[in-house]
């Protein structure tokens, strides 16, 4: 019998503060972000995908009024407007490759700092990893104030998951979210991957997201012609 065909729409993502879930594992990198100043009006914010570095990041931009850009998205005649104002670059490691960005990445931190502004930086591992060929900006990059986002506890991997569903529009089961919790492999990409696919069986299968559906997408039960493989 032929499956009804599923399509992956975009989930609407809700990064407001108060949709932020505060837990011991990123209770400093809050508390970081909600100061009134770091130490030389810097800092740098670590810690895997999807741990809640972006989010974070939104949530400084809209308390500070700053900006936010991609570091490989930085354009040379932009930095001077940028520098008008708080600055947060994501995502720094992605240009290790690019010394020309890097170029301009130097140049709007030290312009940044000159007038007085605060500038955020992300990047998945600690700034001594990020390994940037274009020595004054790895120093500058290290000399920065590190918070890193620690690994999911229970209570913050039970948030994420709840936050991902919500953000799909979903409703799962009472008892799903502690399934998952309890069996899956505690990162966040794995958090976001397992509710992507429970999203996409229960469109084809036209059924509610439950313990069983979620025990099948963990076991690798499901069909391929409904995962797309």
Same mark, same amino acid.
């Given at each position: 019998?032929?499956?009804?065909?599923?399509?992956?729409?975009?989930?609407?993502?809700?990064?407001?503060? $108060?949709?932020?879930?505060?837990?011991?594992?990123?209770?400093?990198?809050?508390?970081?972000?909600?100061?009134?100043?770091?130490?030389?009006?810097?800092?740098?914010?670590?810690?895997?995908?999807?741990?809640?570095?972006?989010?974070?990041?939104?949530?400084?931009?809209?308390?500070?009024?700053?900006?936010?850009?991609?570091?490989?998205?930085?354009?040379? $005649?932009?930095?001077?407007?940028?520098?008008?104002?708080?600055?947060?670059?994501?995502? *720094?490691?992605?240009?290790?490759?690019?010394?020309?960005?890097?170029?301009?990445?130097? #140049?709007?931190?030290?312009?940044?700092?000159?007038?007085? #502004?605060?500038?955020?930086?992300?990047?998945?591992?600690?700034?001594?990893?990020?390994?940037?060929?274009?020595?004054?900006?790895?120093?500058?990059?290290?000399?920065?104030? #590190?918070?890193?986002?620690?690994?999911?506890?229970?209570?913050?991997?039970?948030?994420?998951?709840?936050?991902?569903?919500?953000?799909?529009?979903?409703?799962?089961?009472?008892?799903?979210?502690?399934?998952?919790?309890?069996?899956?492999?505690?990162?966040?990409?794995?958090?976001?991957?397992?509710?992507?696919?429970?999203?996409?069986?229960?469109?084809?299968?036209?059924?509610? *997201?439950?313990?069983?559906?979620?025990?099948?997408?963990?076991?690798?039960? *499901?069909?391929?012609?409904?995962?797309?493989?």
């Amino acid at each position: 019998m032929a499956k009804q065909l599923s399509f992956d729409l975009p989930a609407m993502t809700a990064l407001g503060r $108060e949709d932020f879930f505060v837990s011991p594992a990123n209770a400093l990198a809050v508390a970081m972000i909600s100061a009134n100043s770091w130490p030389g009006n810097k800092l740098v914010l670590s810690g895997p995908a999807g741990s809640g570095k972006t989010h974070l990041a939104h949530v400084w931009a809209a308390e500070t009024g700053g900006r936010i850009v991609q570091a490989a998205d930085l354009k040379h $005649e932009d930095v001077p407007a940028l520098a008008q104002g708080p600055v947060a670059v994501e995502d *720094i490691p992605m240009i290790a490759g690019d010394i020309e960005q890097q170029k301009t990445l130097f #140049h709007l931190h030290n312009l940044v700092l000159a007038e007085g #502004h605060a500038l955020l930086m992300t990047g998945r591992l600690a700034p001594k990893y990020w390994e940037l060929p274009l020595a004054d900006l790895q120093s500058r990059v290290e000399g920065a104030h #590190h918070v890193a986002l620690d690994p999911p506890d229970d209570a913050l991997l039970c948030a994420v998951l709840a936050k991902l569903f919500v953000d799909r529009q979903l409703n799962p089961g009472p008892d799903v979210i502690a399934y998952l919790v309890k069996h899956m492999d505690r990162r966040f990409e794995t958090a976001a991957d397992v509710v992507a696919q429970l999203d996409q069986v229960a469109l084809a299968e036209k059924r509610e *997201i439950t313990r069983t559906l979620a025990v099948r997408v963990l076991n690798n039960e *499901i069909d391929t012609a409904v995962s797309g493989d």
